[in-house]
């Protein structure tokens, strides 16, 4: 069989100030397959979509399009030649309806002046049911969940006529039933001839979803394999240049006193409403408890709270039996309480700041970082060429702007900093969320390596093999709640997941699960 | 920031000083003047003999003053309208110690009334600060108001209570709380108010820049300013920060009563800032609120102000003030997120013309 080919890339390269992007890539997709693009942070895979999209100029390097050489000078050149990208920071906006958001420049008309208000709905409503997309097309934007938002920009897309649809890490911001949907979508739309090109770090998605994969590294391609004939352990390899972990290796917890213990805790949300209902546990030295939960049930709220970010209305949370209910943040890191937060960029850096200024934050105001009111330079490089060293941050340049490093770079800056607080309690959130699979083994080694040194770590995650692995004890929060505690060796992933929908509570598990051995039994 | 970047920043404030001039001189071509003759006077009256040059320095002393208040707020994530009000309420106050303490020595009463502008404009940027931090209320919204309100209370103050017989400024400062012209160590300056003053403001930009670059404090102002919510998350008292950092500000903007008050007219008059408050904005923004800029920025507008008034002979002054808004425009324009949607554009027509 002969299959047509929809987009050839030969021999492009992108330089930037300081890297070259974009080596002499070549990269093929034939119609109607999904091809998933993989690499490490900074391999170059948005920038060789960017080119293949208009947004960026390849240096050299030919495109090829159905068989034609074309020069994608701009995005509207590559919307006419039916391609179209989900970037993964969305581009709506929010007090408009979804059809006014996806019709957006390319209005139907009545007459020459007015928009056609109802031809827009009607056609947004027919792409959403031809692909399974289920969107209101009435609906505002603002209104709708992070899932839902993707949808649009996919519809979006679509309306514009999109044969070629490229996703830019689409998964990293949705819960696992939002990847599900996300998948019988992509399905469909393969099933009617489409072509997706499909950016992620998350090797087990490659599997599941792909046809075939491009593997790039430093900017070059590092192979190109038909999914059914790898393995995740070769792509990683592939990925990273050597042997990846892709389990966790973890002895016996060494298992002592209680650290932290809170009791009832009660907050709202930034809107107001009720976000913590009652929340009690207690985590010991020398284990890692872990939160699952969809998102959106309370964690955010709960590490706020237990960081001096957010008050309680109601509760205590004491630290080695002492009071530390509603401390300051500054009082909370004083009594060694570390955190990898949630959002790298919103809480966790600095952008602005260079390497060994963030390194310092926290810290920064009292010695051995400071020597009266004044910085203490020589101290902060210090500190700043230690932590490189130590925790592999590349560039390995403590001025350089945190801005212009890669995300899982970024990442591993946070977390060498927290954990040079010597902490006696670890609070990781989605430590490894939007970077690469070397980086994630990293990650998990150091958090590993911190609960062996006796601390007590709380760690929470959207990822469930994540919190499976590392955790020593699960609860699992819905709704403000914590609805239950499982042991990750007595538990399937399946049954993980129906607790955090609400649909099940600790007791049925287990009872119904008894000594089973799992994994990924599930229970009908 | 790559040292392309730098640099760029550092030079797109010049260009946009070039363009305006270059722009300033379509203005007096249709005047009907030969703009190379306006400039050549311009440059000559001001920079040209050594009044000149004290008169420059002497209209930039209170802009910096004003501009580096501005910047120094703006660093810390404060847009600071209300330099205006402040320096009326520290003016007023350096006065009001001025003319009641009159028995004080100067090495006492000098300082003491340098400390009272900056108290005046500290408390009074102060509010705001509290009003935002405790309340959130927008600081741009409640320093403007502020504006009003200092303008009236020292008008109300110097009309009903303090006021000379026969005139609308106060009576004068003691004189052991004058500060010294430099024409009395420099006679050919004589005529120009230029005083210690400048040495101040010059003073300031230098702690400023250590504040803000060298101390823990300064790292936190700017953290703030940078991103609050990871400042927030290492432990920084956002509110702490941002009460402080426009009482500073502030304190800034209360020292302009120093150069006119203790160094010019020896009283305090109404209104008699001009714009000073506001053309601290335009100051901060061509000098990338940075105290160097701030310097550098402050002595253009000075140079514009006094040379307004050295071509008003040739052309209307008002031409001055067309030239002035030109330049904050062209600053503007220049500015870091405007060049980075400009550079988007170039890219994209450049693209065109090689398809084409
Ligand atoms: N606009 C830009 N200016 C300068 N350098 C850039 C720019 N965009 C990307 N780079 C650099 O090019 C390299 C490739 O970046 P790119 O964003 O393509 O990586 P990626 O494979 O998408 O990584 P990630 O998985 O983190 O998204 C990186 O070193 C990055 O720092
Ligand atoms: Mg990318």
Redesign the interface.
Known sequence: MVREIAIEMRGITKRF??VVANDNVDFGVYKGEIHALVGENGAGKSTLMKILYGLY?KDSGQIFIRGREM?I??PSVAISQGIGMVHQHFMLIPPLTVAENVVLGQEPRKGKIFNDTKKAIQDVERLSKKYGLKVDAQAKVQDLSVGLEQRVEIIKVLYRGAEILILDEPTAVLTPQEVEELFNIMRSLKEEGKTIIFITHKLKEVMEISDWVTVMRDGKVAGIVETKKTTKEELAKMMVGREVLLRVEKNPPQIRGVVLEVKDLEAVNDRGLSALRGVSFKIRAGEILGIAGVEGNGQTELIEAL???RRLIRGKVTLWGKDITNA???K???SRIA?I?EDRH????????SVE?NLI??S??RPP??KG???NFKKISENALELIKRFDIRPADKEI?VNSLSGGNQQKTIVARELSRHPQLLIASQPTRGVDIGAIEFIHRKILEERDKGEAVLLVSAELSEVMSLSDRILVMYEGKIVGEVEPKKTSESDLGLMMAGAKSSDQVIRQSGDREFPDTPIS | MDKREKLLEILSPVLAVVAAFLVGGIFILIIGQNPLFIYGKLFSGTLGNPYGIAQVLFKATPLIFTGLAVAFAFRAGLFNIGAQGQLYMGAFLTAYLGFTLVNLPGFILIPLCILGGMIGGALWAAIPGILKAKRGAHEVITTIMMNFIALALTNYLVARHFHAPETVHTQAIAFSARIPRLSTIFPGLSGSPLNYSIFLALLACFIIYYILWKTSLGYELRAVGLNPFAAEYGGINIARSTILAMAISGALAGLVGVNYVMGYKYYFEQGFSGGVGFMGIAVALLGRNNPIGVILAALLFGLLSFGGLVINAYVPKELVDILQAIVIIFVIASSRPFREYLMRLKKRTLARGEQG
């Open positions: 100030p300081r100029q020069d000078s701009s960081t001096g970010l300051s943040a500054r909370i890191l004083e955190h937060p919103k809480r966790g850096l600095i952008l602005d700041y200024n934050l926290g920064h105001y970082m400071t009111p004044r910085l702007q």
